[in-house]
């Protein structure tokens, strides 16, 4: 089998300077992972290595997307890095997939994150656009969709919130790519999932590549501190004039009459969101009293963002990617390097990634991943127990953040969040000033609770 390297890990860890040290040192070629980055154009916003930091290695799906484009779905990445890979080897160069949107490597390391295999023949390759264009109702309502989606997979329709439109489309275009419903073939996945896991003694799944993984992962207070000064440097560098590019662009998308999903593509960059009440106010009134606090509040929002998609990143990993991993019996590729201490970076990750590529490619013995380091033992073995506890299913909707959480550990964790309790307070103070005062109370009563859903 052909040798592939895929680094994934959270923002912030020095993902982009690894695969540029094991490029130049094994005459690889990159693959963007990351779904902001394969928009052109903003590279603050979107943290894209600079040509003089890819040090003339080539960069692929870096930049590749117009700023009004859907984002790829996980099919459209696979189709094209799988060919991009097959290209680099041909070249009998070093494919290198990195990246933080770990739904894009799953898909692209285990089948069982797509619907694959199910796709008639006259679906196989279409676009996302090509799909919209032949089922219109993807680019209808949520509302819309979502009664769509309750005539033709009515148990996934009862998963979703009905403002949750991003999940209601994916289960609509499953069942448009493929014919069948989503919620079957989940069904079927959970199935040999199990087989799997009651046969410890059945061999690993069989890859089309060599796999070297590495997790490019530091402790939580210092990213966080790290991922702090990255914001200011962001700020300092152009963050805002980029952000107001994006939201002028916005502003004629919308002025123009069109319906710009506000779930998906560019305008999901941490930023956009945090700036705007800032960039309405500095061009409804540029001599607002208050313009220093709502920038100043749009840069702390922007820091609170990144530190809380950083975490989420690791969850994805350790409940996703780790689990995929154990169930195809595979764990053992997966090297976890420390990048905590900024000053032992070269040391603890470049070295150490190096050293294990220079076996890996010469078809040496690996050590143990839980060998590496006394925080990757730590670490590997604690997200390995997290991975494998179960999950308590529920169906509720928080009414207030408009979010679905299907486990009660889930559901927990957001109701005890500091974002739960900032929409809660934003509530309280618009029903105090909007409604009588008998109407407040029954409204908080409600969205206190949230609400539940029974699922078939």
Request: charged fraction near 30%; include cysteine.
């Amino acid at each position: 089998m052909e040798p592939l390297v895929v680094i994934f890990g959270s923002t912030g860890t020095g993902k982009s300077d690894l695969a540029v040290e094991l490029a130049t040192q094994f005459n690889g070629e990159i693959i963007n992972a990351d779904a902001m980055q394969m928009y052109k154009g903003l590279p603050i916003i979107t943290n894209k290595i600079t040509v003089d930091e890819q040090r003339g290695v080539p960069h692929h799906l870096l930049g590749n997307i117009e700023l009004d484009a859907d984002p790829w779905s996980v099919m459209e990445f696979r189709r094209e890095a799988t060919r991009i890979i097959s290209e680099i080897h041909a070249r009998g160069k070093l494919p290198i997939v990195v990246g933080g949107s770990a739904y894009y490597i799953d898909g692209l390391l285990f089948d069982n994150r797509l619907v694959k295999g199910e796709t008639p023949p006259e679906a196989d390759g279409q676009t996302r656009e090509e799909l919209v264009a032949k089922h219109p109702i993807l680019a209808g309502s949520a509302e819309a969709m979502l009664e769509k989606l309750r005539e033709v997979d009515p148990i996934m329709a009862d998963r979703w919130h009905p403002n949750d439109v991003r999940k209601i489309r994916n289960s609509l275009e499953i069942f448009f790519t493929t014919g069948r419903r989503a919620s079957d073939i989940y069904a079927e996945q959970r199935i040999q999932k199990q087989s799997r896991w009651a046969s410890p003694d059945s061999e690993p799944v069989q890859k089309p590549w060599k796999l070297l993984l590495f997790w490019l992962y530091a402790r939580r207070d210092a990213l966080n501190d790290r991922l702090d000064k990255r914001v200011d440097k962001m700020v300092a560098n152009g963050l805002l004039d980029e952000t107001a590019e994006l939201y002028d662009r916005y502003l004629t998308r919308v002025a123009s009459g069109e319906i710009v999903d506000r779930t998906r593509g560019i305008v999901q960059s941490i930023g956009f969101w945090q700036f705007e009440p800032y960039l309405h106010a500095l061009r409804q009134t540029p001599q607002r009293p208050d313009l220093a606090m709502l920038k100043q509040t749009g840069i702390e929002d922007t820091k609170t963002g990144t530190r809380r998609y950083a975490k989420y990143q690791v969850r994805w990993i350790t409940m996703k990617t780790m689990t995929s991993l154990q169930e195809e019996k595979i764990l053992n590729k997966l090297y976890l390097l420390d990048g905590t201490n900024v000053k032992t970076w070269h040391s603890e990750v470049a070295a150490k990634g190096v050293e294990l590529t220079r076996k890996f490619l010469a078809g040496e013995q690996l050590p143990q991943p839980v060998d590496m380091s006394e925080t990757a033992r730590d670490v590997l073995a604690l997200k390995v127990a997290e991975s494998n506890r179960s999950a308590t299913p529920c169906n509720k909707a928080c009414d207030v953040c408009k979010k679905t959480f299907l486990t009660e550990e889930s559901w927990q964790i957001h109701m005890s969040s500091k974002k739960h309790a900032k929409e809660l307070r934003a509530l309280k103070k618009t029903a105090l000033t909007v409604f009588t005062p008998k109407e407040p109370q029954r409204l908080l009563t409600k969205s206190t609770t949230g609400s539940s859903r029974k699922t078939p």
